[in-house]
């Protein structure tokens, strides 16, 4: 609202100083209202989170990017009300309710460790939408020498494994990928462990590599997810030409037959 009329100013003040009952009116005049009236619903914040998302899937386009544009600024201050033991409770469910156009902003709280948690756990609520900005934040955790980044690493892997299948093909890539550090490569295979069964049909496809490194991850992961199907395949990685891809395939199925047992 940098070029708001004094007037402006003021109306958008009293609507804020109305509180709750200024949001649906606010909402309804998106389309006149413009800046001014996201400037407001900025300003109210929780209880203009409810009707906002459901004007952005409401049936009138001109209010999409308006209320796109509200409920970014909405979810950059709700990503810095999880560092408050008051708000974050609050702030993690209408996180979870603004959905995709929040998902970027809470994968950057993944680096705080007082709220990475709680950041991880609004992600994996979330769902679908949040598998690029939770891909990206692993990777980048996984080039990183900072401490934090360890922890990073293990909230969004955990993240990931909490939405499953739709994570599996992207990590996938990543570890196929020859042009990433083998340490972001073995990183992707962590988190396919966390996926669980449904990384397995892409893992034994990752067998048939012409690269040491992706075999050997892929039998790693295979071991610790437990999945049975994969002895038959493992057994054949016993003859592998690379003599760490032998000793991982001998390793994973010794963990397959004990978990049978």
């Not at 049909?201 to 040491?212: C, H, K, R, V």
């Amino acid at each position: 609202m940098v070029d708001a009329t004094p007037e402006v100013r003021r109306a958008v003040d009293a609507l804020v100083a109305l509180g709750p009952e200024a949001v649906q009116p606010l909402v309804d005049s998106l389309p006149r209202g413009g800046v001014a009236a996201c400037a407001a619903l900025v300003r109210i914040r929780d209880a203009a989170v409810p009707p906002l998302v459901e004007a952005l899937h409401g049936p009138d386009p001109s209010v999409t990017p308006l209320a796109l544009d509200a409920l970014d600024q909405i979810s950059r201050s709700l990503v810095r009300a999880l560092s408050d033991g008051r708000q974050r409770d609050r702030a993690a469910q209408l996180l979870q309710l603004i959905g995709a156009p929040a998902t970027w902003h809470v994968a950057g709280a993944l680096w705080d460790p007082g709220v990475s948690f709680v950041a991880a756990a609004v992600l994996a609520d979330i769902g679908q939408p949040s598998v690029a900005p939770l891909v990206a934040a692993l990777e980048q955790a996984l080039r990183s020498d900072i401490t934090a980044s360890q922890q990073t690493v293990s909230v969004a892997a955990w993240a990931l494994g909490r939405i499953g299948e739709p994570a599996a093909d992207p990590l996938l890539d990543l570890l196929f990928d020859a042009s990433r550090l083998a340490t972001v490569r073995k990183g992707a295979a962590f988190a396919l462990v966390q996926v669980g069964r449904p990384a397995v049909p892409g893992l034994l496809e990752a067998l048939d590599s012409s690269e040491a490194l992706v075999r050997r991850e892929a039998v790693v992961a295979l071991g610790e997810i437990g999945d049975r199907t994969a002895m038959s395949a493992l057994r054949g990685l016993l003859h592998d030409d690379v003599a760490d891809v032998r000793a991982a395939a001998q390793r994973a199925l010794v963990k397959l037959v004990e978990t049978g047992d």
